[in-house]
């Protein structure tokens, strides 16, 4: 049956503005950084600084996506409406580069601008563990190589820790930020450790 002309204007309108009115009810998505919370204060840079190229970092692959994503026992949740501004893996790489060249006043040259005959300390991490429990802590744990360039001088490291957190998943998110942090000075703190001896151990 044909509708009338102001019926049908009717009920486009009345399809409208129940659409419009679903929008607004739903929730917005809410985005996260891992960047931001520093340890320590950065390190003004003496004589040359240290040039720094940091590889994709290699993780879980559940948690290379912009989701957080939770442990619930032997199950994983992906929070859809919470996210990173990026990918995890590109967040948390972001995150610890920017960590360690503001701590070391070291020089990111992982996309180019280097000079030929300049040594670079280039660095490979890997996440084996970032395990987050909602309202109560997020289990991590690392392994990272670095070599320089130009001579053999390099280390392996491994790095275990966990940070307690509030409750509500914001709270997840800036335990997390605090838990980058701690990598990236611990990141730094080995890189320093190797430039000055070559002989050197991974910090305890």
Not at 40 to 56: F, I, K, V, W, Y
Not at 183 to 202: G, M, N, V
Request: neutral net charge; proline residues 7%; glycine residues 6%.
């Amino acid at each position: 049956m044909k509708l009338p002309p102001s019926s049908a204007a009717l009920a486009i309108t009345l399809v409208i503005s129940a659409g419009l009115a679903a929008c607004a009810a739903s929730p917005a998505v809410q985005y996260y950084s891992l960047s931001g919370a520093q340890s320590s204060p950065p390190t003004a840079p003496s004589g040359t600084p240290l040039l720094l190229e940091m590889a994709p970092l290699a993780v879980p692959e559940r948690l290379a996506r912009p989701q957080l994503v939770l442990r619930q026992g032997t199950q994983m949740q992906v929070l859809d409406l919470h996210r990173w501004s990026a990918a995890f893996d590109r967040e948390l790489r972001d995150a610890l580069t920017s960590g360690i060249t503001s701590r070391l006043g070291a020089v990111d040259v992982s996309s180019g601008g280097r000079l030929a005959g300049q040594p670079v300390y280039r660095v490979a991490v890997q996440v084996r563990q970032w395990d987050a429990v909602e309202n109560s802590r997020i289990d991590s744990s690392m392994s990272w190589t670095i070599r320089r360039s130009d001579d053999s001088r390099n280390l392996a490291c491994q790095w275990t820790q966990s940070e307690a957190v509030g409750p509500g998943v914001p709270a997840l998110a800036q335990g997390a930020q605090k838990l980058a942090a701690r990598a990236a000075q611990s990141l730094a703190d080995t890189l320093a450790a190797l430039d000055a001896d070559p002989a050197a151990r991974c910090p305890g």
